[in-house]
T-cell receptor
Framework: ETGVTQSPTHLIKTRGQQVTLRCSSQ?????VSWYQQALGQGPQFIFQ???????GRGNFPPRFSGLQFPNYSSELNVNALELDDSALYLC???????????????????FGPGTRLTVL | AQSVTQLGSHVSVSEGALVLLRCNYS??????LFWYVQYPNQGLQLLLK??????LVKGINGFEAEFKKSETSFHLTKPSAHMSDAAEYFC????????????FGSGTQLTVLP
């Protein structure tokens, strides 16, 4: 148990629709990352939020967007769904800040169980 | 840019045998390195991490990994496999000094045979 929850657990949408996935982080974790894990692949970094601002983005188009709220919850929104968006979406909650720090410092990422999105 | 290569998408071992899962990385700066385990229909659980301290890292459930800079490797081992070790294992790399993005390998599915 990491204390990170995600909802819903499963979701089915059709191509062109919009979807919102939710994540509830551990209390005090002010940084959250989102990852997409396609079937048979490793997770790919979508973006990270720190204190409600986007703070790093992977190679995903703008139709992938996010929000982070003061109560340690966050959302991943995907517009104009495509078939290739079918995947497991993971959020990871991180303690402390996400700025640069010494090499001896590492803030562990705690992953939620994921939301399985199927686009038909 | 950083990347991770996991050799062998599927590995099978007998119960009680040595587990060896291979990971090679590429990073332009000194890396942080990680192994995660994923059980069916679950998220990722951290097994162990290398963050520039000791090169031999011990993790949970009897797993350990050795950071070898000259070989750019971070292979995961366990002396004696247990049935409960059957899962998917991911190696990941991150830049030092940051909790930013993890770059994952494509994973290795470990099967433990009775």
């Amino acid at each position: 148990e990491t204390g990170v929850t995600q909802s819903p657990t499963h979701l089915i949408k059709t191509r062109g629709q919009q979807v919102t996935l939710r994540c509830s982080s551990q209390s005090g974790h002010n940084t959250v990352s989102w990852y997409q894990q396609a079937l048979g692949q490793g997770p790919q970094f979508i973006f990270q939020y720190y204190r409600e601002e986007e703070n790093g983005r992977g190679n995903f188009p703008p139709r992938f967007s996010g929000l982070q709220f003061p109560n340690y919850s966050s959302e991943l929104n995907v517009n104009a769904l495509e078939l290739d968006d079918s995947a497991l979406y993971l959020c990871a909650s991180i303690t402390g800040g996400s700025g640069t720090s010494g090499p001896e410092t590492y803030n562990e990422q705690f992953f939620g169980p994921g939301t399985r999105l199927t686009v038909l | 840019a950083q990347s991770v290569t996991q050799l062998g998408s599927h590995v099978s071992v007998s119960e009680g045998a040595l587990v060896l899962l291979r990971c090679n990385y590429s990073s332009s700066v000194p890396p942080y390195l990680f192994w995660y385990v994923q059980y069916p229909n679950q998220g990722l659980q951290l097994l162990l991490k290398y963050t520039s301290a000791a090169t031999l890292v011990k993790g949970i459930n009897g797993f350990e990994a050795e950071f070898k800079k000259s070989e750019t490797s971070f292979h995961l081992t366990k002396p004696s496999a247990h049935m409960s070790d059957a899962a998917e294992y991911f190696c990941a790399v991150s830049e030092t000094g940051s909790a930013r993005q993890l770059t994952f390998g494509s994973g290795t599915q470990l099967t433990v045979l009775p």
